[in-house]
């Protein structure tokens, strides 16, 4: 679970019903008109600007800015580091029955097992790097233009409400409700774009990142055990992915 998205979304969520109460009936801020304007508006958009697959995946995706479960990189080069004594000392088969909980670096495992030269290696394993990040970034491309659209689809409703206000000057009973629809829809639009849909983009864009930086490494462990490289060459190597304060070596 990553505290700081959940935290970060709901306490500005939070803080905005707050705001809200304290300022006077909570049903005042409530329009169906705004709703439907802003919220089912802005996903016909989002979704005509892409595809219905990948709309739909965008959804599962967005979880991950929630949820993630990665290795830590330090933990993840002290088990390649073993994994490497172990296939110096006992040759690549005797990694064919070792429980690795990463599923990236088991596949790079059983592929070394296999017997498949280092091309094919690096080919596999890149292409399935490149397809794991695109997933995370059609993800954040789509939250992104989510954050884009709802202030937009906010300002149509505010100009929706002024026609229909300035339509009706005559009506006082009328200029009310109006009024009501041209300012919450540039509320709803804020609040969507800004609260969550631009979040949740950027945090999938660090998910994106942080992916394809272990993946890199894993790549790069797996190219130098399978050419017999020494454990502690490797793990030097490997530890440059680290910020600097964390690069001290770790015994074999």
């Not at 073993?82 to 088991?106: C, H, M, P, T, V």
Request: charged share 20%.
């Amino acid at each position: 679970m990553d505290i700081a998205t959940l935290i970060g979304i709901v306490g500005a969520m939070a803080l905005v019903v707050a705001a809200i109460i304290m300022g006077g009936d909570p049903g005042t801020f409530i329009n169906p008109e705004s709703i439907v304007i802003v919220c089912a508006g802005s996903l016909f958009v989002v979704l005509a600007k892409f595809g219905v697959k990948q709309f739909a995946s965008a959804v599962k995706v967005a979880a991950k800015a929630f949820v993630f479960k990665m290795q830590p990189p330090q933990d993840m080069i002290d088990e390649i580091v073993e994994i490497a004594d172990e296939a110096r000392k006992g040759g690549l088969l005797s990694l064919e029955n070792r429980d690795i909980e990463n599923e990236f670096l088991q596949k790079g495992i059983q592929l070394l097992v296999d017997g498949h030269e280092p091309e094919v290696v690096k080919s596999i394993m890149m292409k399935d790097k490149i397809l794991a990040e695109e997933r995370h970034l059609w993800g954040s491309k789509i939250f992104s233009s989510l954050g884009d659209v709802a202030p937009a689809m906010g300002m149509i409703g505010t100009l929706i409400g002024l026609v229909a206000m300035l339509a009706n000057m005559e009506d006082p009973k009328a200029i009310g409700p109006a009024m009501a629809v041209a300012l919450l829809t540039t509320l709803y639009g804020a609040i969507i774009a800004n609260v969550i849909a631009n979040p949740i983009a950027d945090k999938l864009k660090l998910r994106a990142l942080e992916e394809r930086t272990l993946k890199a490494l894993i790549i790069d462990a797996l190219l130098a055990i399978q050419a017999g490289q020494n454990p502690r060459v490797i793990d030097t190597l490997l530890r440059n992915y680290l910020p600097e304060k964390h690069r001290e070596s770790s015994e074999v």
